[in-house]
């Protein structure tokens, strides 16, 4: 293949080259020493937005207090269950002490869950529980009841009568079945309120104006919306301003995001329903400590929900739910 | 359509008729589609819904016509989603820390730009398949648009630059006004230019076209620079229409724009397509979205549709070519 030696030398010495730049890039990655101190594996549905920021900094409080290393790694989209199983794998193959995760699919997780109970690692579930008893213990918030709360805020503000639409965000999964169950079973208590359009926003933003813009086309007399995650709410108040309704159709989100916030205090958006996921973080990295010392842990941890409006937004506690970080 | 398809056409007049109806297809099915959406739903036909339909189209039909370009050319690029996520956190990033919106919205492109480049100069010089080197940027551009915002939304930005993705001249949305203006351009391009003959000549038979002297390399960067290129204008325009950086916006889209592009009757293996095909393909997929949520169809149900159609669409267009070919078109 190669005319002389010289040329196969120079071929070997390119591919050294181009290997020892791979190493080079690996070389950040790659702080973790021998073993030292107890490591646990923290695995997020994915990393990238403010609710797994806030976990992740919950989650590092707690292990500066208790004296253990965390390892935090999550796909790089919530939909990407493949993704997190091999993640999860790889902290097992580490031997972490214990695994603190929320699972992007609650059936798809089990056999990985599995896998790292047979290898003695405890295993607690944050936010997103999985389908099988082997979870230590599942810190997270309660969604049904983050759903009705929805509903209840946003029937008082439209005055208990009135269509509404409803934009979960993907289909089939666990917290957003939960908060969609918890708003429709409440609002259909309400006689004069009607559910008229239930649209997924796939947690893109982009989609979330979309399905907005169809839903106010075809309910043009829409008194109130209700979002159940950040991505959504991003979308639909855009949408809302865009078309003119902003403030006219009342909007509550679930969670907390700057964006949400900040539309919240221009007025687009009315009610806040906002989780703890500094707590999911922090009780759930404690509660890893308990179980690596052998202490028994509650089978379920309620984080709480908590409805932000104008009203309380200025209480210190609701300052502190709002704005954990600072 | 190229000179020798046409002069066909003008030698045999009853066959002529019989094939121009024929590459009329997809639009008829978007007629079909427009009238049956009208029937069931009261609000189909309204003024309104049709810009909101034009508007929400914009952006992946921008991103298709890249696609279009990379796909006649026997190619496929896999990180336009991701190319129009950093080119918009770019944007936006810059007109957080104070840059001219202008310059912010030129250097987002130019980064959408540049990320092209970089997949034509290792296609063509490393003579590796397309879709591993795209599917790398894919990451890589991802990867970047995460790190730069540590994940979070960027907002805040200048109201001004909402005007792209919100604003109205005459009327008219300013995102189907810009999507109308790039149409044009890459349609007289792609037909009237060299740089567009070439790309037919590379994806019909890439040898024949080096032999007859086509610096091939030159022009195959190019294909993918163009591609890049509009996901970088995709990319500011879906910005300023969320008036935030979305570092995660655009997951997915790649395969929305070969969808599209392959509907509107290309071939994935190269010397076929147009983009009023790909335009058109683009709108079947965003009015059928657009109508499945007027009609409050499932979001299970809205899928299968969705992909049922793709396939329909297709497979029709496969028959109706074997059929011309014999008819000698």
């Known amino acids: 293949m190669f005319s002389n030696t010289q040329n196969l030398i120079k071929k070997l010495l390119q591919l050294a080259a181009v290997f020892g730049f791979l190493m080079f890039l690996m070389f950040p990655g790659c702080k973790e020493g021998p073993k030292e101190k107890i490591r646990f594996a923290v695995a997020p549905k994915t990393n990238a937005n403010p609710f797994w920021l806030t976990v992740k900094a919950g989650a590092e409080q707690a292990a500066k207090e208790s004296g253990v290393k965390i390892i935090w790694k999550g796909p790089a989209e919530e939909t990407d269950i493949a993704g997190q199983v091999a993640i999860i794998e790889d902290f097992l193959n580490k031997r972490v002490d214990a695994l603190v995760m929320a699972a ?3 059936k798809a997780l089990v056999p990985t869950v599995k896998k790292a109970v047979d290898a003695g690692i405890p295993v607690i579930t944050i936010d997103s529980d999985v389908d099988s008893d082997l979870p230590l213990t599942f810190i997270a918030t309660d969604n049904i009841l983050g759903g009705k ?66 839903m106010l086309t075809s309910h043009p007399d829409l008194s109130g919306i209700f979002t159940a995650n950040e991505p959504g709410a991003a979308g639909c108040v855009q949408a809302l301003k865009s078309l003119g309704f902003a403030g ?20 687009n958006i009315q009610a806040l329903i906002v989780q703890n996921p500094y ?16 202490k028994s842990v509650e089978k379920r941890i309620d984080t709480g929900v908590t409805v932000v409006t104008m009203e309380n937004f200025n209480e210190p506690e609701i300052q502190k739910i709002l704005f954990p970080l600072k | ?118 997949n034509g100069f290792i296609i ?15 990451g890589i551009a991802r990867g970047l648009a995460l790190i730069i915002t540590g994940g979070n939304p960027v907002f805040g930005l200048p109201e001004n630059f909402s005007f792209l993705g919100n604003g109205r001249i005459f009327g008219i949305p300013v995102p189907i006004i810009i999507m109308s203006i790039i149409v044009v351009i890459a349609y007289l391009f792609l037909s009237r ?11 019909s038979n890439v040898e024949a076209a080096r032999l007859s002297g086509i610096d091939i390399n030159r022009y195959n960067t190019a294909v993918y620079i163009i591609s890049g290129m509009l996901a970088g204008i ?49 709108f079947i997929m965003a009015t059928l979205r657009n109508g499945c949520n007027l009609l409050n169809i499932s979001a299970f149900w809205q899928l299968i549709i969705i992909g049922a159609v793709i396939i329909l669409a297709v497979y029709y267009d496969q028959v109706r070519r074997r059929h011309s070919a014999t008819l000698g078109g």
């Open chain 1, 104 to 106: 992007c699919d609650a």
């Open chain 2, 124 to 138: 063509t010089r490393g003579k590796i398949a397309p879709f591993i080197i795209t599917l790398g940027m894919m």
């Open chain 2, 193 to 203: 230019h060299i740089l567009g003959r070439y790309t037919y000549a590379i994806g």
């Open chain 2, 234 to 282: 995709a990319g500011v325009l879906l910005t300023s229409r969320l008036v935030t950086g979305q570092p995660t916006a655009g997951t997915g889209y790649e395969l929305d724009t070969i969808a599209a592009v392959v509907i509107g009757g290309a071939s994935l293996m190269g010397g076929q397509g147009t983009i009023i095909g790909t335009i058109i393909g683009a």
């Open chain 1, 149 to 214: 709360k929805a509903a209840q805020i946003l029937s008082n503000l439209i005055g208990g009568k009135g269509e509404v639409g409803l934009i979960p965000f993907i289909p089939g999964a666990a917290t957003s079945i939960m908060r969609e169950k918890g708003f429709k079973d409440e609002i259909s208590k309400y006689p004069d309120i009607e559910l008229v359009s239930t649209l997924y926003c796939y947690s893109d933003a982009a989609r979330g104006m979309s399905v907005t813009e169809d």
């Open chain 2, 1 to 118: 359509m190229n000179i020798k398809a046409f002069k066909k056409i003008l030698i045999n007049k009853r066959q002529s008729y019989i094939l121009f109806f024929e590459r009329l297809t997809p639009f008829f099915s978007l007629v079909i589609m427009f009238l049956i959406l009208g029937f069931l739903s009261p609000y189909f036909f309204t003024l309104n819904n049709l810009l909101t339909i034009g508007i929400q189209v914009s952006v992946i039909a921008i991103m298709a016509i890249g696609q279009t370009f990379v796909i006649i050319s026997a190619g496929i690029d896999l990180s336009v989603g991701s190319v129009l996520a950093l080119s918009g956190i770019i944007s936006a990033v810059l007109m957080r820390g104070g840059c001219p919106t202008s310059l912010a919205i030129i250097a987002g492109i130019g980064v959408g730009s540049f990320c092209g480049f970089i």
């Open chain 1, 248 to 267: 006219k159709v009342k909007l509550v989100a679930f969670d907390s995001g700057p964006t949400e916030i900040e539309e919240l205090k221009k007025g």
């Open chain 1, 279 to 294: 707590n999911m973080g922090y009780l759930g990295v404690k509660a890893a400590v308990d179980a690596v010392h052998g």
